[in-house]
Nanobody
Framework: QVQLVESGGGLVQAGGSLRLSCSAS????????MNWYRQVPGKLREWVAV???????NYADSVRGRFTISRDNAANTVYLQMNSLKPEDTAVYYC?????????WGQGTQVTVSS
């Protein structure tokens, strides 16, 4: 069983920045890829960004150029730096990890962007 713990959410004004963290209980060498997703009540969970074990990244078009995903393998932690935030970025943000073919989710952290 792998546990993921997100932190760093909060309330920020439009144009501001936040950095989310996701700490994993598994070692980095066992994690194939880590993703960030977000979800607004009443809507499907939306994929935001991915980083592979080798460091390859990809982003949803809605956040490309504003968000940056990174990982610290020594700390078993993945980050999501969010800049130029917009009200439409308001959501609960979740990280997930693919560990030996199994997918694990964190509990989520709320991000609220005020206009």
């Amino acid at each position: 069983q792998v546990q993921l713990v997100e932190s760093g959410g909060g309330l920020v004004q439009a144009g501001g920045s936040l950095r989310l963290s996701c700490s994993a209980s598994a070692s980095a060498s066992s994690i194939n890829a880590m993703n960030w997703y977000r979800q607004v009540p009443g809507k499907l969970r939306e994929w935001v960004a991915v980083i592979t074990r080798g460091g390859t990244t990809n982003y949803a078009d809605s956040v490309r150029g504003r968000f940056t995903i990174s990982r610290d393998n020594a700390a078993n932690t993945v980050y999501l730096q969010m800049n130029s935030l917009k009200p439409e970025d308001t959501a609960v943000y979740y990280c997930n990890a693919n560990v030996r073919g199994l997918v694990y989710w964190g509990q989520g952290t709320q991000v609220t962007v005020s206009s």
